[in-house]
């Protein structure tokens, strides 16, 4: 994974989606949730995919990062809905016989459903991931009154994984390479597993009272008001564009609530 | 500027002084170092010379300690944070990891700070030419060597001007490229710059080259202040657990022989 | 309110992105282990423990918000709830003296576990479909095969898998909090001393209500 940053999948690129305010997009994967709740079949979720998220991978030149990343995500629930809801959703289509168990078209149908719904909500999240980068998005949050503590643990949570991940995996290769794995059952893996992690465990938490007092050093409680070194481009339009996407997001709920109450 | 009178203080549920009446006056402008076995009190004296003991660190203490006249207890660390500033011996946990890039890294400070986007730019850029880091301004904190970590972080305190930088073994957990490296920064900042620098450090050869005034510590006691050449050259270094610069060992043994080397491999061998 | 705060001090906020970091790093490794287990809540279960329900619950919740923004885990926002809930719990348990003894943290989890399993199984079955998109639907497809409707077949799938991984994860966070020395726990703060701990070192040692120590107390509190 070549642009990786910080262990997320983020693709750095300079195309228009990229530049577009983090907002938008956040509005956008907002309608992508309200699209994925309210609208009524199959056809409609998957033009919402086809005719809106497709085109903007795209623009914004992630088309291939884009579609393994919805495959990677929403694959296995294609897979199980189609089984589960195949077989025991109901209906009168009989398209096979499993021993005593009937597949119906209803149910397949009523799976995909489902996994349609799944793929324009995950879908609207995974684009605006792809093409956002995380202290941006963070930046324009707080700058419209997030706390700046919370974007701090989200971006350092983020930020500093690899590396524990990074260490975790070394130990269990050396464990590996001494032939633990092969003797031995998942669950003994596990019982060997952590008192190996252990030590990485209580240094990283031993280690934060340094880690806090760096914070401090570098004014994390100052009373100041905070700057930023960057400057997020923003535009009239997109500012109108936003509050559109919000308003479309919210008459979708209000209408699919209606019509569901009629 | 910091001023210590018959100060002690004592880490919680603990017993043993951590610090045993200290007192000392540090002007403005000096380059103190500070050495000591471990556990003798080095970095507890940091932290209390840059208000962590008592605004971060709870526990006991007695006697005077103040930053230009006014009691430490009376500041809080957000309003330290822009006056004296606190690096660290582990530099992994120095990056605070809340910005993608060095630059950026170097920038959270003062935004924590709110310092205008224009000066913010100015003053990353002088940080990063002190400690030469230039070429890194754009790859992530994290993907670099810890001596080249390090000193992000010291750039990362100096963008913020303080006016007392405090390091404590900022070079014991690297190799000694990256030593090298953190002390030549150094060096720069004492040539260039006007600001009081307080160093606690084992590695005596650099204190003796940079320092203006050395004090000694054991078991939370001062037991020694002077000019590097008093303190770092007496035999009471030896008893304390200091040791000396590889430089006086060299001439102490050279002392203690019977014969002068009369062949330069008979002079190596002696001065090893 | 008060105790709000007391669990947002710089020290805690450092601890719970470390927790974070700590859920995200064993969640995917122990994943490519191929375990039963998820132990991806180690860390939420220890911050809790250390600093107390409303620690525990930040952690547990963006955690899930984190595997949502790094875009590996991205459905993993609508489970936040939960996971707060389960680091809100760690804390009670932390609090109540709990995870003391090795006994009580493994019940501490399994009871944790229920309540997971309980409040997860509504989520998988109404947003996703009566699948979480895993290997372990295959035990949905079985007890909805058995005859049981597609919630309880969520919640029974629930209980099968839940309360193990949280009595592993809370033992091990029992071991942890074992090890590590009891300055760093009292740090923290919400966890009650041990009867080993609470020996009265020096205790009467110096009066009490120094000004200089009652000021050192205000200032923490407000950090």
């Known amino acids: 994974m070549p642009s990786m940053r910080g262990g997320t999948i983020y693709v750095e690129g300079r195309s228009g989606l990229h530049k577009l305010h983090p907002l938008t997009k956040l509005a956008l994967s907002g309608l992508c949730f309200a699209c994925a709740a309210a609208l009524p079949g199959l056809p409609w979720l998957l033009g919402m995919f086809v005719l809106v998220l497709m085109p903007l991978a795209i623009w914004g030149r992630i088309t291939r990062a884009f579609l393994k990343a919805c495959l990677l995500v929403v694959g296995p ?105 092969l003797q031995t059952g998942a669950l003994n893996r596990a019982r060997l597993l952590l008192p190996m992690v252990g030590p990485l465990i209580l240094g990283s938490v031993m280690d934060v009272s340094e880690r806090a007092m760096a914070l401090e050093a570098r004014g994390f409680s100052s009373p100041a008001q905070k700057t930023s070194l960057h400057s997020l481009a923003d535009s009239a339009s997109q500012r109108t564009l936003r509050w559109l996407l919000v308003a479309a997001a919210l008459g979708l709920l209000a209408w699919r609530v209606g019509s569901a109450l009629a | 500027m910091i001023r210590l009178k018959k100060f002690s203080y004592w880490y919680p549920a603990t017993e043993q002084h951590a610090l045993d009446r200290i007192t000392l006056d540090i002007p403005e402008g000096q380059f103190l170092g500070i050495v000591g076995a471990n556990g003798a009190g080095k970095s507890t004296l940091c932290y209390a010379l840059s208000g962590f003991v008592p605004h971060f660190y709870n526990g006991e203490l007695e006697g005077e300690l103040s930053f230009d006249n006014t009691p430490m207890a009376e500041l809080d660390l957000g309003k330290l944070a822009g006056q004296v500033g606190l690096v660290f011996q582990n530099p992994f946990n120095q990056i605070s990891g809340a910005r993608f890039t060095v630059r950026e890294e170097i920038a959270f400070g003062l935004e924590n700070l709110g310092v205008p986007r224009a000066e913010m730019r100015d003053r990353i850029e002088e940080a990063m030419e002190l400690v030469n880091i230039q070429e890194l301004a754009e790859r992530s904190p994290f993907s670099v060597s810890g001596g080249q970590q390090q000193r992000i972080a010291i750039a990362s305190i100096l963008a ?113 | 309110m008060n105790s709000f705060r007391k669990e947002f001090t710089t020290l805690s906020i450092t601890l719970i992105a470390v927790g974070i970091a700590l859920n995200l790093a064993l969640g995917t490794v122990v994943l490519r282990l191929g375990l039963p287990l998820y132990l991806d809540s180690i860390g939420t279960v220890l911050v809790g423990a250390l600093v107390g329900p409303w620690a525990g619950a930040a952690t547990g919740f963006l955690s899930n918000l984190v595997w949502t923004l790094t875009g590996l885990y991205p459905q993993a926002f609508a489970w936040a709830g939960v996971a707060a809930i389960i680091g809100a719990l760690a804390g009670a348990f932390g609090r109540s003296g709990w995870l003391n003894s090795i006994g009580k943290a493994a019940l501490a989890g399994l009871i944790t576990g229920v309540v997971s399993a309980v409040l997860s199984a509504p989520i998988a079955t109404y947003v996703f479909g009566g699948v979480v998109g895993a290997g372990t639907d295959a035990l949905v497809a079985a007890f909805r095969a058995a005859g049981l409707d597609a919630l309880m077949s969520n919640v029974a799938q629930g209980t099968f898998s839940d309360p193990l991984d949280k009595l592993v994860t809370f033992v091990v966070v029992w071991s942890l909090l074992l090890a590590l020395p009891a300055r760093e726990k009292a740090r923290f703060g919400n966890l009650p001393a041990t009867s080993k701990e609470r020996a009265p070192r020096g205790a009467t040692r110096r009066p009490a209500g120094k000004t200089t120590q009652k000021t050192t107390k205000k200032t923490a509190r407000r950090r």
């Open chain 2, 160 to 272: 913020m001007q303080p006016r007392v930088l405090v390091l404590d073994e900022p070079t014991s957990q690297l190799d000694p490229d990256g030593t090298r490296d953190v002390f030549a920064a150094l060096s720069k900042l004492v040539s260039t710059r006007k600001i009081t620098v307080i160093i606690a450090e084992h590695k005596l050869e650099w204190l003796a080259t940079f320092c203006d005034r050395v004090i000694a510590l054991a078991n939370g006691r001062l037991r020694a202040e002077g000019s590097p050449q008093d303190v770092l050259s007496s035999e009471q270094m030896l008893r304390l657990g200091v040791g000396r610069t590889q430089y006086s060992e060299a001439a102490a043994r050279l002392l203690r022989s019977k014969q002068l080397p009369v062949t330069l491999e008979q002079a190596k061998k002696a001065l090893q």
């Open chain 1, 77 to 181: 629930f294609l897979l199980s809905l189609a089984i589960i809801q195949g077989f025991f959703h109901g209906g009168d289509t009989v398209l096979f016989q499993l021993g005593r168990f009937t597949y119906t078209l209803e149910g397949l149908m009523a799976g995909l459903l489902f996994a349609a719904r799944l793929l324009v909500a995950l879908g609207g999240t995974l684009l605006l991931m792809q093409s956002t980068d995380q202290a941006q998005l963070m930046q324009a949050l707080t700058e419209r009154g997030f706390p700046a503590r919370i974007a701090y643990v989200v971006l350092t949570a983020i930020q500093i994984f690899p590396s524990f991940q990074d260490r975790a995996q070394v130990i269990m290769d050396a464990q590996q390479a001494r032939g633990l794995e």
